[in-house]
Nanobody, 124 residues
Framework: VQLQASGGGLVQAGGSLRLSCAAS????????MAWFRQAPGKEREFVAG????????KHSDSVKGRFTVSRDNAKNTVYLQMNSLKPEDTAVYYC??????????????????WGQGTQVTVSS
């Protein structure tokens, strides 16, 4: 399984970015895909996740209403649309995959595969 994250960059506060996570190596219909982020000196935290089978989503309270996770079955790609970005959103963003069809876990240890991370920097 390979996860390739992209789409990070530098944006001003209030701006938008869309992250992509291209998945390959197997079929992901039974997987949960998620985005985590890690700022310098902080623990990796859950941002949003989506159950591939039915599109069920979960978002952390800190991004609810601003970020949206989605998937494209044909492209085997998961997206994170980030709007109204704040300086505190600055972090390295990682995509992850979990072989769990029932729930969307929010702890990193639950996930089996990780992408390489993409830097998001929001200037004030």
């Amino acid at each position: 399984v390979q996860l390739q994250a992209s789409g990070g960059g530098l944006v001003q506060a209030g701006g938008s970015l869309r992250l992509s996570c291209a998945a390959s190596g197997r079929t992901f219909v039974s997987y949960v895909m998620a985005w985590f982020r890690q700022a310098p000196g902080k623990e990796r935290e859950f941002v949003a996740g989506i159950r591939w089978r039915d599109g069920y989503t979960k978002h952390s309270d800190s991004v609810k209403g601003r970020f949206t996770v989605s998937r494209d079955n044909a492209k085997n790609t998961v997206y994170l649309q980030m709007n109204s970005l704040k300086p505190e959103d600055t972090a390295v963003y990682y995509c992850a995959a979990d072989r769990n069809v029932l729930a969307v876990p929010t702890t990193p240890i639950e996930y089996d595969y990780w992408g390489q991370g993409t830097q998001v920097t929001v200037s004030s």
